[in-house]
């Protein structure tokens, strides 16, 4: 149980472009997700939290303009990085908390992106 | 400020030979402690979760307990699959946020 997928595993884009990245709770409903970014050999960073239905909640120093998110059901969140430039390549992460029952967050597998 | 500390950086050991990590932290009213495990290039992999001092829980070769202050994750008789870096993170109160630690990757050697 508490399985969590993440869309794609890895991309690589021009400067410029957009990528979105989807987030899944595949066993569970996830009132809250929250998106961390990892550089090499570093811990995870948050970046935001986001709650079903309403708006995002970012961390001190991250361009919600730049990093869209979205939480519209509650098996899915998305992450879409706008005009992505070679300092946005990194390693995304998602978590899902499962319900309101735990705070125990459960993480997807990441996603490699590199822009170019 | 809320902190994590995690030592040692990076821990060798040979296969069989038992050790212990530690996760110091600040922070006033814990709300809980979590252990995870993260293999190079995936997600982490939660491990366990800790809400109050005196606190132990076990799985496997991993034992997890908790003071006011620290905790300590013990591994008893690794395997090299036991290789990994494994990071703690805290949540303070009235927030489900966490703060990791910068984490500690350990290597078992056959």
């Known amino acids: 149980g508490a399985v969590v997928s993440q869309h794609p595993s890895w991309v690589i884009c021009k400067s410029g472009t957009s990528v979105k990245i989807e987030c899944r709770s595949l066993d569970f409903q996830a009132t809250t997700m929250f998106w961390y970014r990892q550089f090499p050999k570093q811990s995870l960073m948050l970046m935001a939290t986001?709650?079903?239905?309403?708006?995002?909640?970012?961390e001190q120093g991250v361009e919600k303009d730049k990093f869209l998110i979205n939480h519209a059901s509650l098996t899915l969140s998305t992450l879409t990085v706008t005009s992505a430039h070679p300092e946005d390549s990194s390693f995304y992460i998602c978590s899902a908390r499962l319900a309101e029952t735990t705070d125990t967050q459960y993480f997807g597998p990441g996603t490699r992106l590199t822009v170019l | 400020e809320d902190q994590v500390t995690q030592s040692p950086e990076a821990l060798r050991l040979q296969e069989g030979e038992s050790s212990s990590l530690n996760c110091s932290y600040t922070v006033s009213g814990l709300r809980g402690l979590f252990w995870y495990r993260q293999d190079p290039g995936k997600g982490p992999e939660f491990l366990f979760t800790l809400y109050s001092a005196g606190e132990e829980k076990e799985k496997e070769r991993l034992k997890a307990t908790l003071t006011k202050k620290e905790s300590f994750l013990h591994i008893t008789a690794p395997k090299p699959e036991d290789s990994a870096t494994y990071l703690c993170a805290v949540q303070g109160p009235g927030t489900y946020k966490y703060i990791f630690g910068t984490g500690t990757r350990l290597k078992v050697l056959a």
């Open positions: 986001s709650n079903e239905g309403s708006k995002a909640t970012y």
